[in-house]
């Protein structure tokens, strides 16, 4: 069975660029997560969609972070504009029967 | 609420020796616990959970982890290391009614011979 999918793994940009990532999670797994782990801290959910509605996005900063789940499967992560302590990794997560599978994540440099 | 605090940030054992990592949890409700595994430039793999029933839980990789509701703790342990556990640790916690995990800070553990 595939894992769960992320690209890039890697994204440098300067401040107040955009930028954009992709997950495609484990086929028919219904919950969608996004997450953005800071060096040395944990991981912190930015949003979950059942499907193609979202559950929570009470952490998503929503002046710069957006996302969307078209057709249930694939989502997308934007950030418009980036700032500096937006350089973090963005894991993605799927969820199935109660346990969560990550994907490798992408790690986001902005300088 | 829920929250999580790992207890020591890095941890250094010797090849052979017991590992214990720490962590204690915050729960306004009888929580589910887990403990994640992070390797190099990967995403985190599920090492063990706790539900209901059996305090003590077995995972994978020779881990285990017991759950003390007294002392709100869920503490990983593994009898015997080996180099390639090396990597870093988090524990999390979730409501059961709820699919949203809280993680902790992580602790980065290093095995040397």
């Known amino acids: 069975e595939a894992g769960v999918a992320q690209s890039p793994r890697y994204k440098i940009i300067e401040k107040r660029q955009s930028v954009a990532f992709w997950c495609n999670p484990i086929?028919?797994?219904?919950?969608l997560y996004w997450y953005q782990q800071i060096l040395g801290q944990g991981p912190k959910l930015l949003i979950q969609f059942q499907n193609n509605g979202v559950v929570d996005d009470s952490q998503l900063p929503k002046d710069r972070f957006s996302a969307e789940r078209l057709k249930g499967v694939d989502s997308t992560l934007k950030i418009q504009p980036a700032k500096l302590e937006d350089s973090a990794v963005y894991l993605c997560?799927?969820?199935?029967?109660?346990?969560?599978?990550f994907g490798p994540g992408t790690r986001l440099t902005v300088l | 609420a829920q929250s999580v605090t790992q207890l020591g940030s890095h941890v250094s054992v010797s090849e052979g020796a017991l590992v214990l990592l720490r962590c204690n949890y915050s729960?306004?409700?009888?929580?589910?616990l887990f403990w994640y595994v992070q390797y190099p430039n990967q995403g985190l793999q599920l090492l063990l959970k706790y539900t209901t029933g059996a305090t003590l839980v077995k995972g994978i990789n020779g881990f285990e982890a017991e759950f003390k509701k007294s002392e709100t703790s869920f503490h990983l342990t593994k009898p015997s290391a080996h180099m390639s556990d090396a990597a870093e640790y988090f524990c999390?916690?979730?409501?059961?009614?709820?699919?949203?995990?809280?993680f902790g800070t992580g602790t980065r553990l290093q095995v040397t011979l």
């Open positions: 997560a799927s969820r199935l029967r109660g346990e969560q599978f």
């Open positions: 999390a916690v979730k409501r059961p009614t709820a699919s949203k995990l809280t």
């Open positions: 729960s306004s409700v009888p929580p589910y």
């Open positions: 086929s028919g797994h219904a919950t």
